[in-house]
């Protein structure tokens, strides 16, 4: 099971920064995405972590403000998220794959989803 946390309401430009808990997975052993969904649109790719070789993948909307990582001894994964923008508003998931696709950039890729988080930024 996921967890997402960490959301809130933030001002343009400021921060936030998201975490996704496991329960009965080892996240380490799964490559690891965040998404998210505004109202009235699809879920959308925001970044992704391979487990095996450390590399990252990001949204070009995101690119260079937020920054994906994790914490194996704690089970985590993190969203960094930095000068925040108010279409950075919608509700932030976390979810992980065991390799089902190539791209990590596609819902399809994911076998498990969490539940997500609100992240609400005001101008």
């Known amino acids: 099971q996921l967890q997402a946390f960490g959301g809130g309401l933030a001002q343009a430009g400021g921060s936030l920064r998201l975490s996704c808990a496991a329960s009965?997975?080892?996240?380490?052993?799964?490559?690891m995405g965040w998404f998210r969904q505004a109202p009235g649109k699809e879920r959308e790719f925001v970044a992704a972590?391979?487990?095996?070789?450390?590399?990252?993948y990001y949204a070009d909307a995101v690119k260079g403000r937020f920054t994906i990582s994790r914490d194996n001894a704690k089970n985590t994964l993190y969203l960094q998220m930095n000068s925040l923008k108010p279409e950075d508003t919608a509700v932030y998931y976390c979810?992980?794959?065991?390799?089902?696709?190539?791209?990590?950039?596609?819902?399809?890729?994911?076998?498990?989803w969490g539940q997500g988080t609100q992240v609400t930024v005001s101008s």
């Open positions: 972590s391979r487990w095996s070789g450390g590399s990252t």
């Open positions: 979810a992980a794959s065991t390799g089902i696709l190539t791209t990590l950039r596609v819902k399809n890729a994911y076998n498990y």
């Open positions: 009965g997975r080892t996240l380490s052993r799964y490559d």
